[in-house]
């Protein structure tokens, strides 16, 4: 039985062959590998598709993340406030920075950071009075975004940075917006497997602030001012190259196509694995871009069991996350030891299912199939 496979971008790249290799072409002939035509095309209709003022587009997410909280200034003795059940990309920037990440829960049916927890803890770091709280990462999980309204109501009470970390969620909406211009600075990322990704490392960062853009700019390519040997402040090689501009191009044409496309295959799995597990909740008044299709079995033991029984019918899953962010050796030494009982739950039990443009609906049926199989 030919394996299913769990992101096809085989079938992809032949979907756009002639526009990338006109695409490609003409960075090979030009030769601006570096900050080329391409990289601010890119922007501009990075820029126009999310609705935001200003875009920069950098070297991956990671870099983008770190880019936003340098330009704020984050560092020793701050404190930044960030879901435990996430990637590490988002704690591990505060942390190299010389900050402290400050792990918050999420909500148990949408897996996204739980601001009634955000405030809880906020009044906690003011009392023990160790650290300043600084900023707040939003970050939109799996393809759904994060209680914008919520977070940003916060930080206006408590003068707190907002960063949104899209890299999972570019094309999701809220409240009929494009994610992108919901907190002070959003960042994505372009790695290969996002809703929008490039043929290697890549991201970009977007703010409705004229001067924030300037200093991302600047931060991205060592701190330079208004000429190329003027160093105005401590900054990074965080260039996005010009031929993964040029790939994000050929693929921005189809992406709205492959956004619709990823909802069809989420709505089939709703329908058809509803009664044998917990299929993921929407957060209301918006859509998602569905990086990840993540069910919830009812314990690692059962978790174990389906994916065996998923793996021998060719039928690939994983687990996002198998350890919330507080439990990992790398952060251990920075938490203060506050449980965080909904990411230590949701560790345990959650399994996300192949979803991309190319999955058929016969592969998407042999899916939920194999999922009713393994579950006996
Ligand atoms: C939530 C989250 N934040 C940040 C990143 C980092 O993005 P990149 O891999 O482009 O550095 C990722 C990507 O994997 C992510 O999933």
């Given amino acids: 039985m030919t394996p299913i496979p769990f992101l096809d971008l085989k079938a992809q790249q032949a979907r756009i062959a002639p526009e990338l290799r006109r695409r490609l072409d003409a960075v090979l002939a030009h030769g601006q590998f570096i900050l080329g035509p391409e990289v601010a095309e890119l922007e501009a209709a990075l820029a126009a598709f999310c609705g935001a003022a200003q875009c920069v587009a950098v070297s991956s997410g990671t870099d983008a993340l770190q880019i936003a909280l340098m330009a704020e200034g984050i560092g020793p003795g701050d404190a930044v406030f960030l879901p435990a059940f996430t990637y590490t990309a988002t704690a591990e920037v505060p942390l190299l920075l010389g900050a402290v990440p400050v792990f918050v829960d999420v909500d148990p049916s949408t897996f996204q ?13 003011r009392a ?44 999701a909406t ?11 600075a959003t960042a994505t990322s372009f790695f290969p497997s ?9 991201g970009a960062l977007f703010t409705e ?49 492959e956004l619709a496309a990823r909802e069809r295959i989420a709505t089939f799995y709703d329908q058809h694995l509803h009664n044998l597990v917990v ?38 899953s994983a687990i996002y ?42 592969d998407t049926a042999r899916v939920c199939a194999a999922l009713a199989a393994a579950l006996g």
């Fill in 209 to 257: 602030s004229a001067e924030r853009a300037a200093l991302f700019r600047s931060l991205r390519t060592h701190g330079e001012g208004a000429t190329r040997y003027e160093v105005l402040r401590t900054g990074m090689n965080g260039r996005l190259d010009t031929l993964q501009a040029a790939v994000l191009l050929a693929k921005l044409p189809v992406f709205r196509e």
């Fill in 194 to 202: 996002k809703p929008l990704g490039a043929y290697g490392d890549g």
């Fill in 174 to 184: 809220l409240g009929g917006r494009k994610l992108g211009a919901m907190a002070d």
């Fill in 321 to 362: 996350y198998p350890r919330p962010l507080h439990h990992q050796p790398a952060y251990r030494d920075a938490h203060d030891g506050t449980a965080l009982p909904v990411s230590e739950a949701l560790s345990e039990r959650i399994l996300a299912l192949p979803i991309h443009p190319d999955l058929t609906e016969a």
């Fill in 279 to 316: 299929t993921p909740a929407r957060v209301p008044d918006s859509t998602s871009a569905w990086a990840i299709y993540a069910v919830l079995l009812r314990d690692a033991a059962e978790r174990a069991r389906v994916q065996e029984g998923l793996r021998a019918a060719g039928v690939p």
């Fill in 128 to 171: 023990a009075g160790r650290l300043r709280p600084r900023a707040v990462i939003g970050v939109d999980l799996f393809g759904q975004p994060a209680d914008w309204p919520a977070l940003g109501a916060i930080a206006a009470r408590e003068g707190l940075f907002t960063l949104d970390d899209l890299a999972q969620s570019f094309g």
């Fill in 113 to 125: 950071i739980d601001p009634a927890h955000l405030s809880a803890r906020i009044a906690a770091v």
